[in-house]
């Protein structure tokens, strides 16, 4: 981390009451995940190109046959799509 300077990460933990654990899951919250982007932006573009036609089940299939090979289980077998793409 190139904002910490000379100091630890535990130190600075101790000099402002606040645990590490907290430390990091705000620094995770923060940090947006390329790959969640990618694949929601896949999916985002399978469903525009079918012209909302594709269900859930359609476009997983249709993500998996991408040489990309965007992994689902994240997201479960909806994908999230309905929700995206009504806006």
Partial sequence: ????????????????????????RSLKEQQPVEEEMEVRSAIQQIALEHRRRYGYRRITAELH???AGHRTKKYGDGCGVPNQLTA
């Fill in 1 to 24: 981390m190139s904002l910490q300077g000379s100091l630890s990460i535990e130190r600075m933990c101790q000099m402002v009451p606040v645990s590490r654990r907290s430390f990091y």
């Fill in 65 to 67: 046959r991408r040489p």
